[in-house]
C-alpha cells in the first residue's frame, strides 16, 4: 500500500522558517515527479512547488525565492524548506506524487497524495 506522510508543520512567527518532509512507502518514487501543494481554510487546493525526476524545480510566483523543494531518493523523501514565510502562506500543506518523471501543477495529474500537515502563520 502506498502511502506518503508530511511531517514538520506547525505554527511560527512571519519571516520565520519551516522544513517540511514527506516520507513516501509502499513503493519508490525515485522516478516519480513529486510535488506540495496548499489548501487555505475556505479555498481552492493550489500548487507550491513541484520536483521532477531529474530534480527540475518548479514554483508558484508567490514563493519564489522563499521556498525550496528537494528530493533525497535513497530516503523516498521530498523535502519542502519555506523560509520568510508569511500569514498568507497558513493552510494545509499536502504532498503529491505521481507516476510520470516529469513535473506538473496540475493537482490533477497526481496519484497519490498525503493527508497534510498544518502550517500557521502569525502576524
Known amino acids: 500500500q502506498v502511502q506518503l506522510v508530511e511531517s514538520g508543520g506547525g505554527l511560527v512567527q512571519a519571516g520565520g522558517s519551516l522544513r517540511l518532509s514527506c516520507a513516501a512507502s509502499g513503493r519508490s518514487f525515485s522516478s516519480s515527479a513529486m510535488g506540495w501543494f496548499r489548501q487555505a481554510a475556505g479555498k481552492e487546493r493550489e500548487f507550491v512547488a513541484a520536483i521532477s525526476r531529474w530534480s527540475i524545480a518548479d514554483y508558484r510566483d508567490s514563493v519564489k525565492g522563499r521556498f525550496t523543494i528537494s528530493r533525497d531518493n535513497a530516503k523516498n523523501t521530498v523535502f519542502l524548506q519555506m523560509n520568510s514565510l508569511k500569514p498568507e502562506d497558513t493552510a494545509v500543506y499536502y504532498c503529491?506524487?505521481?507516476?510520470?518523471?516529469?513535473?506538473?501543477?496540475?493537482?490533477?495529474?497526481?496519484?497519490?497524495w498525503g493527508q497534510g500537515t498544518q502550517v500557521t502563520v502569525s502576524s
Open positions: 503529491a506524487a505521481r507516476l510520470s518523471p516529469s513535473m506538473t501543477t496540475l493537482a490533477r495529474s497526481y496519484d497519490y
